[in-house]
């Protein structure tokens, strides 16, 4: 007899690059919360770098079912670490959150009821009336992000979405393995290109407010991070300009049971 696959409610990806110092931290604080609450919970923590991160979470997983680790020493982006490991999630809810906890756990609780609604996307957003930032960006990332945004929204259109950015988004299952199945942005500007995907097959989104921290420690270079940026923002307009609806929903759906 094959291994039995077990269904999960929900499976959370954690995107860590070089992030031993705060990984086991929020490992712990995810487990714990899912626990409390009585959710079946599936954790990936796709892993790139060198300093150890992996191995440590390999360690951690050990005799733990439900706690998976992949990546590779080189540096492969948060958009392709994220895209690998949805290709092996196995939750009915599948979302991500950045493996630092600027946002906290917690802060699903605002996410579920919106899932259970109906909407098949639910983000978390700095952005709305009732979120809280608790510690700020410097000044400059915050004037290179007004300025970022005006220019996704005349390149791609998002209206409607001010916060495109915060890493704390989850998918109805479905709704993921379309979304994810055309996602092909390795760096940043992913976040962008899954939104824009969901508009374009008519997923409903919702967005929920967050508590969001700033660690201090971006990981965007301000020229040559912003410049590639730039370029991927554009080649999300072309690609989505290039993609016929019918045709990619029954790709993405061949096979699924």
């Known amino acids: 007899m094959g291994r039995e696959i077990r269904i999960h409610d929900l499976t959370l990806i954690l995107p860590a690059y070089n992030e031993r ?18 959710i079946q919970a599936e954790i990936i923590v796709a892993a790139d770098g060198d300093d150890g991160t992996r191995e440590l979470v390999a360690q951690r997983a050990i005799g733990d079912p439900d706690l998976k680790v992949m990546g590779r020493p080189a540096r492969g982006g948060k958009g392709r670490a994220i895209r690998e490991a949805m290709a092996i999630a196995r939750g009915q809810i599948i979302g991500y959150a950045d493996a630092d906890g600027k946002v906290p756990i917690e802060d699903y609780d605002r996410i579920e009821p919106m899932l259970q609604a109906g909407y098949q ?80 097959f008519g997923f409903s989104i919702q967005q929920v407010p967050v508590r969001w ?45």
Request: hydrophobic share 40%; with cysteine; aromatic share 12%.
């Open 21 to 38: 110092a705060t990984i086991l931290k929020t490992l712990d604080e995810a487990i714990a919360y899912f626990r409390a609450r009585g």
């Open 121 to 200: 996307v639910v983000i978390g957003s700095r952005a709305l009336k009732e979120s809280q930032i608790l510690r700020r960006q410097p000044w400059y990332r915050r004037i290179g992000a007004k300025g970022f945004y005006y220019y996704m929204q005349i390149v791609v259109s998002l209206p409607g979405i001010p916060d495109t950015q915060c890493g704390f988004k989850f998918f109805e299952r479905k709704a993921a393995q379309q979304i994810f199945h055309f996602q092909n942005i390795d760096g940043y500007m992913f976040d962008v290109e899954i939104l824009a995907l969901a508009r374009h």
């Open 213 to 257: 921290r700033d660690d201090g420690d971006s990981r965007l270079s301000l020229f040559s991070g912003n410049v590639r940026n730039g370029l991927d923002i554009l080649k999300i307009r072309y690609t989505l300009s290039r993609l016929n609806i019918p045709a990619a929903v029954s790709k993405a759906t061949a096979g699924d049971s």
